[in-house]
């Protein structure tokens, strides 16, 4: 694979001119450039650059409004929602965190529901913003079918991503961010652009068959949920959380409304937000802390979020696929 160079002020301006080129106003190609360039600058190379392209076609149908400014309704003191109003998702966040932050500390709980948005970058943003403000966050979102439920050769279940961040003041924030798949539809896709391999158990083929062939699942096959019947019970959590308990719509419903652009559909996301200083009414931190010391003294242990909060100390460029790169170009 060539790679090519780029410094992360190349890669937020390289974002940036794409989506404004293609609809974006200025207010939202600076909040999804940060987003990308971010998820390039700590390694998360699957939610990126490597997401422009369906961005843009998303923005190219029109299903996507890139000028969208998301409605705040605040339903009782501790639910929020927002209406998304077609927006890409950092801009809804953007504009529903500080509430949803603001409602957590006066009540103790609070919940942000939002709807009718674009989600399809990462979900440690959300979280991570949330515990830095001193709160535990938890956050889900589904999609379009892709994973199968345990036992079954077909898909009903998005991806289905959760998310959850426990606050460490004067320390970066414990942060996980995980598929309820054994492995994320990007991940599959950018193993099959790299030409490597991917794990038995991973997915099976269009014929109902495991396969180690990344093209195979992401062309006609489907994903499995991790662990089984356990991974195929949270996904089904996440699809009461993200669709009914919003008002908004399961996988299945979103992908038979979805105009197959290859932009990411429009739906809901669901996330909570507690104080542990109202909740605990001690000392957390201090108790917390001892736990996460004690889970480090075992070898081989690092916390979650570790590795992503390393790679964001090096503020030099970072190597970016060359095919993807001029893809990128080509578009604006």
Known sequence: MNTVSLSLDEIYQLANKTLLAN?????????LSETIMKAERDGSLSHGLFRLPAYVAGLKSKKIDGKARPEVKKISPSV???????????????VGIPELVKAAKETGVAILAITNSHHMAAMWPE???????GLVAFA??????MV?????KKALFGTNPISFAWPRPGKTPVVYDMATASMAMGEVQVAAREGHKVPIGTGLNKDGKETTDPNEIAKGGVILPFGGYKGSGIAMMVELLAGAL???????ETAAKDTNDGGPPAGGEFI???SPDKISGGDWNKHSDEFFNKMKS??????????RHKNRLDKGPRNINEELVNKIKSLS
């Open 23 to 31: 609809g974006c106003d200025q207010e939202n190609a600076n909040i």
């Open 80 to 94: 929020i929602k927002i209406l998304g109003n077609h927006a890409l998702a950092p801009m809804v966040l953007k």
């Open 127 to 133: 979280t991570e913003a949330i515990a830095e403000e």
């Open 140 to 145: 889900c979102t589904s999609y379009k079918p």
């Open 148 to 152: 199968a439920p345990a036992g079954a």
């Open 246 to 252: 919003l008002g908004e719509a399961f996988s299945y």
């Open 272 to 274: 909570l937000a507690m």
């Open 298 to 307: 075992m070898e081989g242990v690092r916390l979650p979020g570790e590795r």
